[in-house]
């Protein structure tokens, strides 16, 4: 496979065969060595084989190999002739990131972070098939699809500023539950409210540097040793119904003889399957949104029983990593409307978007990258050079680079337990399976990943946070 060297974050794959575009890799070169040892390359290649792809398909700094698209794929399609593709968003429809900020210090809850997780865990379930503690129905559940965080604030699960500082502003518009199968529906209605296990994780962090003040200071970021909560899931059973739902529809409908990988399976844009698609999938995007929504809600409930006050915690955005937008960009001086898949990558808009809410408007949305279990995290702010060379988008994490099974192999989870409290990091958790299946030696570097973002110019460095406290499911 021929690689071709932009500059030292920018990788190309020329345009052959039935490719339709070349593939734009972001990365380092330490990183690219990564990507080549699994399906990644050969993943987006086939990615730029899809019908009305526009630009490039590219793989971003965190990127790995995934089902359909690689994780940490991003391409847009023009309206009439592209394509949407459940394997370019993923089975975790909107699986995202929520951020608090809090005036506390880590002073302040010092002795105290061990009560705060095991309060947390007593009001958000974690784990495989749990249930949450909010029990609905489905005219509920109904509610909860078409009108996502909004519903929620509505129900006394947080407050309005809280949907101002969300992506789609907490409801993705085009939702139909109708289009939603039984067993979506089953799987849904005992899940809404939880964490979910996996990569999924509820934090207590603390501030440890700033690099960007002012852009900082807008986020509400202030000073070293400032405690954050920082708020890992998706759309759970429901969202992971629906992909499996349209993966076999569009299969029997369309077949996969001329597909160049059969998990990208896909359907016309503007086909009544691929509208369905897209109307359901938005239904999973705003049940994502309702669940961060609520579990947000009880981590202020927990403060306030546990120190005393939640005053001050407000959120800094919330942002989505598995999902396809109808979204307007400039092509050569023209503002044309496409259909963007991002897998496992971020929104990264610059200045000036309507899309971004106004108290962020000019200087640009938030940007939210977690690192592995036990490693710094980050906040970034979205650039205007984003959206010319990456659609806007930029990593969502540090990227796997080690399978689940190989995890088992070689890490014990007592043992990354005792490293994690050997460094003054409380950790709670539902099984050492899942532990060491998240072991922090199984990511990329998180701090390698940022700095390419930051250095390409798809998303630039203002805080970097590192964990106190860690629920995983």
């Known amino acids: ?204 962090q603390k501030v440890e540097k700033i690099y960007e003040k002012e852009t900082a200071a807008v986020f509400g970021i202030h000073s070293p040793e400032q405690i954050m909560v920082m708020i890992h899931c998706g759309s759970r059973g429901l969202g992971h119904q629906i992909a499996s739902d349209y993966i076999r529809q569009m299969e029997n409908f369309f077949g996969v003889e001329n597909l160049p990988d059969r998990e990208l399976i896909h359907a016309p844009i503007r086909s009544e399957l691929g509208r369905k698609y897209f109307k359901s999938m938005a239904a999973a995007v705003n049940f994502a949104f309702a669940n961060r929504q609520m579990i947000a809600h009880w981590v202020r409930n927990s403060f306030r029983k546990v120190v005393g006050t939640s005053g001050g915690m407000d959120q800094i955005y919330d942002v989505c990593h598995n999902v396809a937008k109808i979204e307007k960009h400039n092509i050569q001086g023209e503002i044309k409307t496409f259909c963007v898949h991002r897998k496992g990558a971020t929104r990264s808009f610059g ?77 709670k958790f539902t099984g050492w399976k899942g532990v060491a299946e998240e072991a922090p030696g199984v990511y990329k570097d998180v701090n390698e990943v940022v700095r390419i973002s930051h250095r390409a110019g798809i998303g630039r460095l203002v805080a970097r946070v590192v964990p106190v406290g860690v629920i995983k499911g």
């Not at 030292?8 to 020329?14: A, G, H, S, V, Y």
């Not at 108290?359 to 710094?376: D, F, K, L």
């Not at 990227?399 to 995890?407: T, Y």
């Open 351 to 427: 200045p000036g978007r309507e899309d971004i809410p106004e108290v962020y408007r000019n200087i640009g949305q938030p940007v939210i990258i977690p690192g592995s279990m036990g490693t710094a995290s980050y906040i970034l702010v979205g650039t205007r050079e984003a959206e010319r060379l990456s659609f806007g988008s930029t990593a969502h994490g540090a990227g796997r680079m080690m399978s689940r099974h190989e995890a088992l192999k070689r890490f014990r989870g007592e043992k990354v337990k005792r490293d994690l409290e050997s460094r003054g990091i409380a950790l």
């Open 1 to 204: 496979m021929e690689l071709k060297k932009i500059n030292d974050f920018t990788w190309e794959i020329p345009r052959e065969g039935n490719m339709k575009v070349s593939v734009l890799i972001y990365t380092s070169s330490a990183l690219l060595e990564t990507v080549k040892r699994d399906r990644t390359l050969t993943q987006a290649k086939n990615v730029a084989c899809l019908d009305g792809i526009q630009r490039h398909s590219y793989v971003m700094p965190d990127g790995h190999q995934g089902y359909g698209f690689p994780i940490g794929g991003v391409a847009a399609f023009d309206m009439d002739k592209g394509i949407i593709s459940p394997g370019g968003v993923g089975y975790d429809i909107n699986c995202g990131v929520r951020l608090l900020k809090t005036e506390f210090t880590a002073k302040d809850i010092h002795g105290r972070c061990e009560a705060l997780l095991n309060q947390i865990s007593k009001e958000v379930p974690a784990g495989v098939g749990k249930g949450g503690i909010t029990r609905i129905s489905k005219n509920v559940l109904r509610e909860v699809c078409l009108r996502g965080a909004e519903w929620a604030v509505e129900n006394g699960y947080g407050e309005k500023d809280d949907l101002q500082k969300t992506e789609e502003y907490g409801k993705m518009s085009g939702a139909d539950f109708t289009l939603l199968s039984q067993r979506a529906v089953e799987r849904g209605i005992p899940q809404l409210g939880t964490l979910g296990a996996g990569n999924h994780f509820l934090e207590i």
